[in-house]
């Protein structure tokens, strides 16, 4: 059973950091790209970023540059860094597995977690 379990959320002020774990089972995460999206009250979703089993990552949108993405299959984790956070960053954040991840979003996701809520604010 493909399981990815999101955590490390939380409220941050303007300009902070936020590193989100991601723990995967079910699958050899080795074999799999991984992305993270994010989803605003109202809104779609939007990619974020992903790593692809080779180790190379994408992002996209108002995040490039501020978010880093790493993996460590035998730990069958991935990590989002997330820096120099907005108001406008906050949205529930979700780790996926990624079919294809070769460039910039828009991805497609097979099996994504429940999610963990980033708040921006002062």
């Known amino acids: 059973q493909v399981q990815l379990v999101e955590s490390g959320g939380g409220l941050v002020q303007p300009g902070g950091s936020l590193r989100l774990s991601c723990a995967t089972s079910?699958?050899?995460?080795?074999?799999?790209?991984i992305g993270w999206f994010r989803q605003a009250p109202g809104k779609g979703r939007e990619g974020v970023s992903c790593?692809?089993?080779?180790?190379?990552?994408y992002s996209g949108g108002s995040v490039t540059g501020r978010v880093t993405l790493s993996r460590d299959n035998a730990k069958n984790m991935i990590w989002l860094q997330m820096n120099n956070l907005r108001p406008e960053d906050t949205a529930v954040y979700y780790c996926?597995?990624?079919?294809?991840?070769?460039?910039?979003?828009?991805?497609?996701?097979?099996?994504w977690g429940q999610g963990t809520q980033v708040t921006v604010s002062s």
């Open positions: 790593i692809s089993s080779d180790g190379s990552t």
């Open positions: 079910g699958f050899i995460l080795e074999y799999y790209a």
């Open positions: 996926a597995t990624v079919p294809a991840c070769w460039g910039p979003p828009p991805w497609e996701y097979d099996f």
